[in-house]
C-alpha cells in the first residue's frame, strides 16, 4: 500500500505516516510540507500497482470549503517533497493519486469535500501501471506548535488473484489446458469517497451484453469481455497442467473490479433479458480433451476495495459446456452404486424329439 507522510516543516520520514508540522508563518497562516514514501507490508502490491504518476492535494476548512488544491509536479514526485501555505485552523487533507480525464475535471470544480468525495469514476478510468487512489485525514494547525495527521493511500478497486489450480480429474483425463480466465458481474462504477451503489455491471453473467447480447458468451466468436484490461485473461497455447498436477499463476492472473458488495450466487440460467445483480464471479475456461469446459467460482464474501483476494481452484470433475451454460452453478451430489445377481427368470421352452 503507498503510504504518505506530511510534515510542517518536513520532519523525519516515519513510514506510515504523514506528518503535517507548522513553520515559523506569516501571521495566520503556515506551510504545509509533504513527504511521502514507500512502506513494504505483508502481501504487498507490485510496482505498478503502487505507481503514483499524479497526485492532488485538497484541503478543506472546518467547515467543509476547498482552501487549497495543489498538484505535484514533476520535480515535486521525483524528490517526493512539496509544500503549499494553508491558514491555521482545523484542516480535512484529502490525497488523490492517478485521477484523469473527466473525473479530474470534475473534482478541479468541487469547493466543497462532499462534492470531491460525490466525483464519479468507472473501472476504466484506472490504469493498469497507476490505479486511482484516495487518502482522507484531519488535522489542526496552530501557531507555534507541531500537528501531525497520517493517512495512507487505498486503491479504489478490489483485486482478484487466481493462485493454483489443480489437476485431479479421474486418470483417463491426463492433462488439461487452461484457456481463458475472466470476471463475471464485474461492478463498474464508485466515487472517490467509496459511497456509491453499484449500477454499472459489466460482463454480465459471463456474456458480451454490449456488442454481442446476453447470449454471447466471452472469449467465444471474437465476443471480448468489457474492460478487458481489468477483467480477462487469455491463454492462445493453453496453460498445461498435468494429472493430479497443479500451475501457479501467481501475478500472471489478476483482475480488477469496484467494490461488489452482493453476496448473493447467480443461481437458474443466466440467458434472460433482464440482470439480477450478484456477487462476482471468476469463471475459468479449461480444455479437455479438445473440449471447453466452464467454471464458475462465485467471490461471495463481498469485494471491498484495496483487498486482494485470492482464488484456488481444484478441479475434480467436468464444468459446464458451452451448450450446458457455463454461468450454470456446477452442483453435484453423491451418486452410490450398488450391484446385485438375479435369479434365472424363465426362457423359453424346447420340445424336440430326434
Given at each position: 500500500m503507498k503510504n504518505l507522510l506530511i510534515t510542517l516543516p518536513a520532519l523525519l520520514l516515519l513510514a506510515g505516516t504523514i506528518s503535517c508540522d507548522k513553520q515559523d508563518p506569516p501571521a495566520a497562516d503556515a506551510?504545509?510540507?509533504i513527504d511521502w514514501v514507500d512502506v513494504r507490508t505483508k502481501g504487498?502490491?507490485?510496482?505498478?500497482?503502487k505507481q503514483v504518476n499524479t497526485l492532488w492535494f485538497y484541503v478543506f476548512d472546518a467547515n467543509g470549503m476547498l482552501e487549497t488544491a495543489h498538484q505535484c509536479d514533476a520535480a515535486e514526485l521525483s524528490a517526493r517533497k512539496a509544500g503549499f501555505n494553508v491558514k491555521l485552523g482545523n484542516k480535512t487533507v484529502y490525497a488523490i493519486a492517478n485521477l484523469g480525464g473527466t473525473p479530474l475535471t470534475s473534482a478541479k470544480s468541487c469547493v466543497k469535500l462532499s462534492d470531491l468525495e460525490a466525483v464519479k469514476i468507472?473501472?476504466?478510468d484506472n490504469a493498469t501501471d497507476g490505479f486511482v487512489m484516495t487518502a482522507k485525514g484531519s488535522v489542526t494547525v496552530v501557531a507555534d506548535k507541531d500537528a501531525t495527521c497520517?493517512?495512507?493511500?487505498?486503491?479504489a478497486v478490489a483485486k482478484v488473484s487466481l493462485g493454483t489450480v489443480t489437476n485431479n480429474l479421474p486418470t483417463p483425463y491426463g492433462a488439461v489446458k487452461v484457456r481463458q480466465a475472466f470476471l463475471c458481474n464485474v461492478v463498474g462504477n464508485q466515487n472517490l469517497g467509496g459511497t456509491a451503489s453499484p449500477?454499472?455491471?459489466y460482463n454480465q453473467n459471463g456474456t458480451d451484453a454490449k456488442n454481442g447480447g446476453k447470449t454471447a458468451t466471452i472469449g467465444q466468436g471474437g465476443h471480448k469481455a468489457q474492460a478487458a484490461a481489468f477483467t480477462w485473461k487469455s491463454y492462445d497455447s493453453g496453460q498445461s497442467i498435468a494429472l493430479n498436477g497443479k500451475?501457479?499463476?501467481?501475478?500472471?492472473?489478476?483482475?480488477?473490479?469496484?467494490p461488489n458488495p452482493t453476496q448473493a450466487v447467480p443461481s437458474g440460467?443466466?440467458?434472460?433479458?433482464?440482470f439480477t445483480p450478484t456477487c462476482t464471479v471468476l469463471m475459468l475456461v479449461v480444455e479437455i480433451k479438445g473440449v471447453l469446459y466452464y467454471y464458475p467460482v462465485p467471490l461471495s464474501k463481498q469485494l471491498v476495495r484495496n483487498t486482494d483476494n485470492l482464488v484456488n481452484i481444484k478441479i475434480i470433475g467436468l464444468g459446464n459446456?458451452?451448450?450446458e451454460g457455463p454461468f450454470n452453478k456446477i452442483g453435484r451430489a453423491g451418486l452410490t452404486v450398488e450391484v446385485g445377481v438375479l435369479d434365472w427368470s424363465g426362457g423359453s421352452t424346447y420340445t424336440e424329439t430326434i
Open positions: 506551510t504545509l510540507h504487498a502490491a507490485t510496482d505498478a500497482e468507472d473501472l476504466t497520517s493517512l495512507s493511500l487505498a486503491r449500477s454499472t455491471w500451475y501457479n499463476f501467481s501475478a500472471g492472473a489478476v483482475f480488477y473490479g469496484m440460467s443466466p440467458y434472460t433479458s433482464s459446456t458451452l451448450e
